[in-house]
Nanobody, 122 residues
Framework: QVQLVDSGGGVVHTGGSLRLSCVASGRAIDDLTMAWFRQAPGKEREFVASTTWSGQRTDYTNSVRFRFTISTDKARSTVYLQMNDLKPEDTAVYYC???????????????WGQGTQVTVSS
């Protein structure tokens, strides 16, 4: 029904930048609230950022709030996560996620991308 394909991960040095992309396809994409989650080794999956397609509502976990920016290109059904000033603590598999009619402030995703690895070396 909904497919999410995320990409853009890689290996960067501390202080570097990456931009992740997530392309959504399937039914009723406009009804989705989009988000990024991540899972670091030995940790549970955690929320990173979320957005409506319009971009009028966004949310971030505090640890990334001043460094990451979530944005959308609705015409291309694509969500981005611009990650600046990356730190080793950001190393994780990053997953695009979506929930139908969800709240950006309390997202419980129904759909997940396959994940893309972000590694920040020190």
């Amino acid at each position: 029904q909904v497919q999410l394909v995320d990409s853009g991960g890689g290996v960067v040095h501390t202080g570097g930048s990456l931009r992740l992309s997530c392309v959504a396809s399937g039914r009723a994409i406009d009804d989705l609230t989009m988000a990024w989650f991540r899972q670091a080794p030995g940790k549970e999956r955690e929320f990173v950022a979320s957005t409506t397609w319009s971009g009028q509502r966004t949310d971030y976990t505090n640890s990334v709030r001043f460094r990451f920016t979530i944005s959308t290109d609705k015409a291309r059904s694509t969500v981005y996560l611009q990650m600046n000033d990356l730190k080793p603590e950001d190393t994780a598999v990053y997953y695009c996620a979506a929930q139908r009619l969800g709240s950006v402030y309390n997202l419980r995703p129904n759909y997940w991308g396959q994940g893309t690895q972000v590694t920040v070396s020190s």
